[in-house]
């Protein structure tokens, strides 16, 4: 609900319940850092410190009077926002990234991310298929929430999960699905950083791994804070400042457009599909939107309309780094255990199974693509795949702290071909919760799409094999 500022004092609670939230957060992520700072096995497990503060937000509402002073509807607002801010943020980086990657490496990363989406999607939804029909009444699309969980993180989950429950609920299914796929994107951080780090000692223990030192690594260059031509940091702005009103404005651009959208006549598909998840597509919009502007900026200075370099990469990373630290706090912080209580057992299947198969399924296609620096490929991989991208960096940066081989650059390049491989996948989650016929469907045209990708990143080993059988 909208306060009333027009008679809002600022001596009355209403005033301060928002910041209060935000203290919340910010409380609980300082004391996540603490606790992975101070305890050596917290540190080991290279759990993310914003996790830890969930977790304790989890704690801290079950004790008795304690839930009401978490708003959830707020925290589940703040996941949806950071992540749209942040994706929003790193689209308006300037790329300098001097690539180790080719084109052709870039797109076929790109296509194991979307792979593995679909693989996850596939598994999630045959269990939550199977366990509708035998009379559990898990919602039949259920499972489409691991990809959102694993691969996407919390933002997605959220979004989806959303729309999941109308949907259920239109059909007389009472499912949770914000809090079913809050808990996968929670699991899936615990997976992707604990998994990782025992499988990272498994190989040292076998001497195909050594340890590197990796504080020089940790440590930023000057040319990491600003280049040449940047605007001041304090003029009559602050060069934040900046930044954060170019990540706002952008993103303002995201909620007219997609308001101009829902406005629009756009069919069966459209009404039904496309409207209902365009707003979950902020991060995918706010995405294209922040190219698109940062795109403008540059014909500006070729045109003489502007002179000095406004972006600046640091700060930016550090606005987007926030956002996704606050989102995954807040996106914890949301779960409702009391709400999937009675689909405990199709949940831990879920999360299992979808571990255990983006587990050797990322580790086969890393040895093939990446026969050069295969763990290194495989651990940046399954931890973005099971976490973020921030994951998938940390448990790089284990292996190869200096960022010697491609895998760092596969890592970041490969986000746009992701995107375009994986779009289809988001359409299916639309589609799929509206009826088990849709279901169904998704999960046949899934299959065909996953055989697709593979084939696609395994073709020189097939045909080759193919090629020595012919002769």
Sequence with gaps: MLLDVSVMTFDRPEAWQWLVQFCILATALLLGNVLRTKIPFLNKSLLPSALLGGLLL????????????????????????????????????????????????????GALTASTYVIQGIVGLIVSILFF???????????????MGYGQGPGQALNFGKIFTGWATEQGIDFPGADFGLSIAAMGFIVGSVVGVIYMNILRRKGILSRKKIA??????????????????????DKLSVQICMVLFVYFLVYLFTNWIQGMELGKFGENTLKPMLWGFNFLIGTLFGILFKWLLGRFKKAKLMSREYINNYM????????????IVAGTAAINFNEIGKFVLPFIIIVTLGA???F?????????????YKYEGFFSMFGMLTGTASNGM??????????????????????LSAIVLGFPVLLL??????????????????IVFWAALTLFMLRTKIFKRSKKERE
């Design 216 to 237: 020089e690594a940790q440590m930023n260059k000057l040319e990491d804070y600003e280049s040449k031509g940047e605007i001041p940091d304090a003029e009559s702005i």
């Design 394 to 415: 940390i448990l790089l940066r284990e292996i190869d702290p200096k960022f010697e081989t491609p895998a760092a650059n596969n890592l970041v390049l490969q986000t």
């Design 360 to 372: 050797f399924y990322v580790l086969l296609i890393s040895k093939h693509l990446y026969p050069d």
């Design 429 to 446: 989650v639309g589609y799929a919760p509206q009826s088990l016929k849709a279901t169904w469907i998704t999960l046949g045209i899934l």
């Design 133 to 147: 029909y035998f009379g559990k009444r898990l919602f039949y699309a259920a499972g489409l929430l691991l990809p």
């Design 58 to 109: 989890l704690i801290f509402k079950a004790f008795p009077n304690c839930r009401e002073i978490i708003n959830k509807p707020m925290m589940e607002v703040v996941t949806y926002h950071a992540l749209g801010l942040g994706f929003v943020a790193l689209a308006l980086k300037n790329n300098r990234i001097e690539s180790k990657s080719t084109p052709l490496k870039v797109i076929e990363t």
């Design 356 to 358: 255990i198969v983006t």
């Design 316 to 327: 930016l990373n550090r606005i987007s780094g926030f956002c996704f630290d606050i989102m």
